[in-house]
């Protein structure tokens, strides 16, 4: 992972910090993530595809933004309790940060910087949707919606950049998590 992706301080979900260093040597599925999202279930599968990959070298990383229609509302208590008791994640997750915008949280900025568009999508129809409720990303590069996903390979760059639309049980997304872990 580079220097820059690997020393970006983050907080876990109980407020102890780190950085992505702690996870060095896996493939790494980061994804902005929300409770009350009609996205929420993808959830059950995040959780699937780590219990069936950690043990391989993949760690999936939720971080929970409160950016799209205030769809992430809790505090972080109430977001781990939530996630625990509807979906048994068992999967790291981080503080609430934000994603897009003026307070784009540095990881995010690197992320999107690093990896500007999408890779893996399912056409524009979710981003058309989207417009037709007046959601619009402020810029090409931004975060659509929550649960946008960056693998990020063994080798430290990201490899592929997820619609939110697309679950991670696509296969073209477990190709690309595998390509990932073999690096």
């Known amino acids: 992972m580079s220097t820059d992706l690997f020393s970006i301080p983050v907080k876990k979900i109980d407020g102890t910090d780190t950085n992505l260093g702690e996870f060095n ?17 993808q959830y059950e599968s995040l959780e699937r595809l780590y219990e069936n990959y950690r043990d391989k070298g993949l760690q999936v990383l939720g971080f929970p933004a409160n950016n799209f229609l205030a769809q992430e509302p809790g505090t972080e208590e109430e977001i781990q309790a939530f996630c625990s008791t509807n979906y048994g994640v068992t999967f790291p997750l ?9 307070d784009k949280h540095p990881l995010y900025e690197a992320l999107t910087k690093e990896r500007p568009g999408v890779d893996i999508d399912n056409g524009d129809s979710f981003q058309k949707d989207l417009e037709g409720y007046g959601q619009f990303k402020d810029e090409p590069r931004d975060i659509l919606w929550n649960f946008e996903k960056f693998l990020i390979g063994k080798d430290g760059k990201v ?3 997820i619609a939110p639309d697309v679950t991670v049980e696509d296969p073209r997304v477990i190709e690309a998590i595998e390509s990932a872990m073999d690096v």
């Open 94 to 102: 981080f503080s609430k940060i934000s994603v897009t915008g003026e």
């Open 159 to 161: 490899a592929a950049r």
């Open 25 to 41: 040597g896996n493939a790494l599925l980061v994804v902005n993530v929300a409770s009350k999202c009609g996205l929420t279930p």
